[in-house]
């Protein structure tokens, strides 16, 4: 079964410094995806990143980008000067492929990202 | 575009009524649904896949006949909490996914459920 870990319950980073949040997954699937979710208090989830499996390069969008270490099994995300609004519930997930092609998502215990200012 | 919006935004009910979330695609036509559901400092546990026009695929331990689920149109799916009791409180979240894509799932903003 996959499965997602995340294993830093809380982080603090100081405003406009770079944070690692860590991810690792377990599956015996070739072919499968990553991603990352931003959960303000608000409650909506909000893409943030996506890596595929064959991908050869790390995914970036903006001030985020994944180190992704497929030996390792780790996605971890990296947020580059960050900034207040970075503070939320922060969740890896994977691309589970159902028995009905449904391509669900199973998601990490999440962090939670406090930035100081 | 890929909006998702989910109604109510919050509902408060009586133990043992039913209440009924939408979840409704706005600007794309969605095969697949999914709920979830969160409780407080607590990640997403999926409860059910919705494919249009045929019957919820329900995750292990998430009883049927108390969540029901109908995904009667491309872009709605809804779920019913019958007999609500308090322990049903929580934040229920859908996600669709478009057609056209293999992968991309586009969450609705949620809905928060208190049951006294």
């Known amino acids: 079964a996959q499965k997602i870990t995340q294993t830093q319950p809380g982080m603090f980073v100081q405003e406009k410094e770079a944070v690692t949040l860590d991810c690792t997954y377990d599956?015996?699937?070739?072919?499968?995806?990553l991603f990352w979710y931003k959960q303000p208090s608000s409650g909506e989830m909000i893409f943030l990143i996506y890596?595929?499996?064959?991908?050869?390069q790390n995914a970036t969008e903006g001030r985020y980008s994944l180190n992704f270490q497929k030996a390792r099994k780790s996605a971890n995300l990296v947020i580059s000067a960050s900034q207040l609004g970075d503070s939320a519930m922060y969740f890896c997930?994977?691309?589970?492929?159902?028995?009905?092609?449904?391509?669900?998502?199973?998601f990490g215990s999440g962090t939670r990202l406090l930035v100081r200012p | 575009g890929a909006v998702v919006s989910q109604h109510p935004s919050w509902v408060i009910c009586k133990s043992g009524t039913s209440v009924k979330i939408e979840c409704r695609s706005l600007d794309f036509q969605a095969t697949t649904m999914f709920w979830y559901r969160q409780f407080p400092k607590q990640s997403l546990m999926l409860m059910a896949t919705s494919n249009e026009g045929s019957k919820a695929t329900y995750e292990q331990g998430v009883e049927k006949d108390k969540f029901l689920i109908n995904h009667a149109s491309l872009t709605l799916s809804t779920l019913t909490v019958t007999s609500a009791h308090p322990e049903d409180s929580s934040f229920y979240i859908c996600?669709?996914?478009?057609?056209?894509?293999?992968?991309?799932?586009?969450f609705g903003p949620g809905t928060r459920l208190t049951v006294t």
């Open positions: 997930a994977m691309r589970d492929l159902g028995g009905d092609s449904s391509y669900k998502l199973i």
């Open positions: 996600s669709a996914r478009i057609i056209v894509t293999s992968y991309e799932q586009y």
């Open positions: 599956t015996s699937d070739q072919s499968y995806g």
């Open positions: 890596q595929g499996s064959y991908d050869e």
